[in-house]
């Protein structure tokens, strides 16, 4: 016994509850197909860093500038991570540097727009119902949803709803007349590449910063499978925990060196470094968590691998396979197909919406969300369905499973037609109908054949629980 509190040093025995949690939780990740884009199955090696020692100390400043003591071996671990981020982006240290210590990606986007913009400065930002983020600005006619549209004016651009894809000459012509500070590429859901060069055009055009999110690609990003917003902006930001295969965190990465040479001969400088390290600490964060710093730097040394690149191509194959499959069954795919990790499926030709879509995947054991499709009026009823690649594809499914995957999700949606039809309009007497005695059997013994598909195929982490 290591602790003086009579702990046992085993969870199983110290906390039960939240151990049969896990374990349940555990349990349904195995049984299940994991299909939210967002999301993945991250390595044993980076669970081993979340639940180290690190998790103890209190670090707030930066490595070599700190403001308790004891941090010595807290800054190695920091400066570590952050020559892996710069190295997995294959980036200059002379011309870029990177913050590593935001919590999320959401906080580090808050801290961006805090650094850089002026409170009620101007952002556009991809609108959240055309496949933006929340923390892109979003707001309705009633609300301010997002903080981001709280403390700044935002004014989204959008898809063209005939084809799906970002209307840039729309973004161009209403930036020169808002005038942003600062225009974001980024996305939630959006399933083609971004023309991160024609962004850039559109920004300095009106004198804006580009921002790139790619926490949604920064994987992909990594590996050289999809396109590199480095080349073209002025910030980049990322999650660490989505294509990327890390734990949850955040990070910032910030140009240095010349921004421009202006007509007189002149050279400005960018001075993004200590404006964005001090908008995350003191600005909106207190101590980094260096358990979380640790484990990126963990996930960083293997998306430095070639077999990372591999994975990477593997999850672009397999959603490109799940997307064509799909539209062979007559699922209609917004945007006509995909370049990337995740398929935004429109359900409203099956006469379904997300919502409907969403329950009966879910009783099957397959994990996706609703998500909103070119032409929904609301954020709040979406007609459709996001897919995502990632999760499955580090569970080493292939081409070939999203064939099978791509049947089971297919049976669901034609017992969710089935049953909506009997049903009536109301979503609760869809529900009833699904989990009533004429369909409960259908949809059971479809979530038992999906749970002995998912089972032979290991999880990645912790064996034992
Ligand atoms: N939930 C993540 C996503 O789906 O994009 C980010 O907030």
Redesign the pocket.
């Known amino acids: 016994m290591a602790d003086s509190w009579n702990l046992q040093d085993d969870i199983s025995v110290d906390d039960p509850e939240i151990y049969n949690l896990i374990k349940k939780e555990k349990d349904r990740q195995r049984k299940g197909l994991e299909m ?3 999301e993945n199955f991250t390595s044993k090696s980076v669970l081993q860093a979340l639940g180290s020692c690190l998790t103890n100390k209190y670090s707030e400043g930066l490595p070599g500038n700190r403001y308790y003591g004891g941090n010595e071996i807290i800054d190695q671990v920091e400066i570590l991570c952050q020559k892996r981020a710069l190295e997995a982006f294959n980036l200059n240290p002379e011309e870029w540097g990177v913050n590593v210590q935001a919590l999320s ?2 906080p580090a986007n808050f801290a961006v727009y805090t650094a850089l913009v002026e409170p009620h400065g101007r952002i556009m930002g991809l609108h959240l119902p055309d496949g933006g ?3 892109h600005g979003f707001m309705t006619n009633t609300k301010k949803v997002s903080a981001t549209s709280v403390y700044f004016e935002s004014f989204p651009y959008k898809l063209d709803p005939a084809t799906g894809l970002i209307n840039y000459d729309e973004l161009e012509a209403n930036s020169k007349m808002f005038l942003p500070k600062m225009i974001i590429a980024g996305i ?2 959006y399933s083609r590449d971004l023309d991160y060069k024609r962004f850039r055009k559109i920004a300095d055009g009106c004198g804006a910063y580009l921002l790139a999110d790619m ?2 690609v920064s994987g992909l990003v990594a590996a050289g499978v999809a396109p590199n917003p480095f080349e073209y902006c002025d910030v980049v930001t990322t ?1 660490t925990h ?1 294509t990327l295969r890390g734990p949850r965190s955040g990070l910032i990465f910030f140009r240095k060196g010349v921004r421009k040479v202006l007509k007189n001969g002149n050279k400005e400088m960018y001075d993004l470094e200590k404006k964005i390290n001090e908008a995350v600490f003191p600005g909106l964060q207190g101590g980094p968590h260096n358990h979380q710093i640790g484990a990126v730097a963990v996930a960083l040394k293997q998306a430095a691998t070639p077999e990372f690149k591999l994975y990477q191509q593997q999850v672009v194959s397999n959603a490109k396979t799940m997307c064509k499959c799909l539209m062979e069954k007559g699922f209609h795919i917004v945007s006509g197909g995909t370049d990337n990790h995740l398929v935004l499926v429109d359900l409203r030709n099956k006469g379904l919406d997300g919502a409907r879509g969403e329950y009966v995947l879910e009783h099957v054991g397959v994990a996706v ?1 609703k998500n909103t499709c070119p032409g929904d009026k609301s954020a709040l009823k979406p007609s459709g369905l ?1 897919l995502g690649a990632p999760p499955l594809s580090s569970r080493n499914l292939k081409d070939a499973d999203f064939v099978k995957v791509v049947d089971f999700i297919d049976e669901a949606i034609t017992l969710a037609q089935e049953a909506n039809k009997a049903a009536g309009s109301l979503l609760k007497d869809f529900k009833a109908k699904l989990d009533g005695p004429e369909f409960k059997p259908k949809v059971d013994s479809l979530k038992q054949r999906v749970e002995e598909f998912a089972v032979g195929f290991p999880l990645p982490g912790y064996d034992d629980w």
Request: glycine content about 6%; proline content about 0%.
């Open positions: 939210i884009a967002s990606g959401s983020h929340l923390s939630s859901c926490a949604h999650t989505k969300n996001r």
